[in-house]
């Protein structure tokens, strides 16, 4: 996760993703993405083994957006998709925060300008076991929560 800004804020830190060079995102200030709101989805996701808060990042957003159709989207939708826009709030363990590799998880999405918000909060349960050949360093499994917020 790359900051530009070495002055965390207690309520979350924002990144953008919209930007197509490839370039890590940047911390994003001012107002929210999302003017329109449409519908939120939640999901969770977890990594039982290896301590990739990626990982359950990835695993919470599929979980937030895989059960739905909304065939209707694009006409609903000024612009169709490429009027589409997300804030995407992810609660991660502090511990495992720094870790979090949001160009990763932007590809969950397969459309839409994304913007992220990144927050302490998750969960850190114990797995039970530490097995190295899955990279486990220890027995954490990483929770991740997420609330993805679809509009315009």
């Known amino acids: 996760m ?3 800004d070495s ?5 979350g830190e924002k990144y953008d993703t919209s930007s ?3 370039s890590p995102p940047t ?8 003017e329109n709101v449409l519908f939120v989805e939640c999901g ?3 990594d039982s083994h290896g301590q990739s808060s990626t990982k359950a990042a ?3 957003c599929r979980n937030a957006i895989e059960f739905n159709s909304i065939p209707s989207m694009n006409r609903l939708i000024p612009n169709g998709y490429d009027g589409l ?12 925060k720094d870790s979090l590799d949001l160009l990763q998880v932007q590809e969950v999405f397969p459309y839409g300008s994304i913007r992220f918000q ?19 360093t220890n027995e954490d499994m990483v929770v991740v929560c997420v609330a993805v917020t679809v509009g315009y």
């Open 20 to 22: 197509s060079s490839g």
């Open 44 to 46: 969770f996701g977890n």
């Open 118 to 136: 990144v927050t302490d909060g998750g969960m850190i349960a114990p797995s039970g076991i530490a097995i190295e050949k899955l990279g486990d």
């Open 2 to 4: 790359t900051k530009t």
């Open 85 to 96: 826009k997300l804030d995407v709030l992810l609660a991660v363990p502090p511990k495992y």
């Open 27 to 34: 911390r994003i200030k001012g107002d929210p993405h999302v």
């Open 7 to 11: 002055n965390s804020q207690d309520d």
């Open 58 to 60: 990835i695993r919470a």
